[in-house]
């Protein structure tokens, strides 16, 4: 059973920063994850974010993120973490933290991939 928590949305104006928080909880063996994040607006459907392999390394990011976002691992602390920097009223959604038991590739960036998701959370850029 995996289990993950996000934490950290927020009301932020525009060019803000909020960093988001995925607590991870499992009696699996991670070592072979990747993590996500993606995010879905109203009206619109889930988007690839950001990933990440358990163990750190290589990332991935969609364009209109790359050079404000960053993904990362607290590794004492089991948690994957999103800072969102230069924050844009396009990119208010609700954000979802994700986990793939197949490990990193370039198929992280598809939603379908992940078996495990968090709850989400809301994230609202005002202009």
């Known amino acids: 059973q995996v289990q993950l928590v996000e ?57 209109s993120v790359k050079g404000r976002f960053t993904i990362s691992r607290g590794i004492a602390k089991n948690t994957v973490y999103l800072q969102m920097n230069s924050l844009k009223p396009e990119d208010t959604a609700v954000y979802y933290c994700a986990a793939r038991g197949q490990g990193f590739s370039s198929d992280t960036i598809y939603s379908n991939e992940y078996l495990y998701w968090g709850q989400g959370t809301q994230v609202t850029v005002s202009s």
Not at 23 to 49: C, D, H, I, L
């Open 7 to 63: 934490s950290g949305g927020g009301l932020v104006q525009a060019g803000g920063s909020l960093r988001l928080s995925c607590a991870v909880s499992s009696r699996r063996t991670f070592s072979n994850y990747a993590m996500g994040w993606f995010r879905q607006a109203p009206g619109k459907e889930r988007e690839f974010v950001t990933t990440i392999p358990w163990s750190g390394g290589a990332t991935l990011y969609r364009d």
